[in-house]
């Protein structure tokens, strides 16, 4: 089976810095894209961040310029680096990543538990 497992979140005061980092494991063939995706009390979940296997990224327009996702392929590994954070930002992180395993001849999402961020004023 395959694992994503979140980490690096926490509590942060506004302006201030994170870095989240997310590895997939277990029987992998290829990932392609790999992705951050947030949730917040009473909000729908959306996406924040992602990353193709080539390295082209996209963002919401609400983290553009303070948000910077990136990848290592050898590590099955994508990271979020996260700038001048606001109190908007508090929410869960999900990490997402559309992985081909062994066991089957297709790609599907996968997704982690989730890592809190919480930014305070």
């Known amino acids: 089976q395959v694992h994503l497992v979140e980490s690096g979140g926490g509590l942060v005061q506004a302006g201030g810095s994170l870095r989240l980092s997310c590895v997939a494991s277990?029987?992998?063939?290829?990932?392609?894209?790999m992705g951050w995706y947030r949730q917040a009390p009473g909000s729908t979940r959306e996406l924040v961040a992602r990353?193709?296997?080539?390295?082209?990224?996209n963002y919401a327009d609400s983290v553009k310029g303070r948000f910077t996702i990136s990848r290592d392929n050898a590590k099955n590994t994508v990271y979020l680096q996260m700038n001048s954070l606001k109190p908007e930002d508090t929410a869960v992180y999900y990490c997402s990543a559309d992985i081909r395993p062994r066991i089957t001849a297709r790609y599907s999402d996968y997704w982690g538990r989730g890592t809190q961020v919480t930014v305070s004023s």
């Open positions: 990353v193709s296997r080539g390295g082209i990224a």
């Open positions: 277990g029987s992998i063939v290829s990932i392609n894209d």
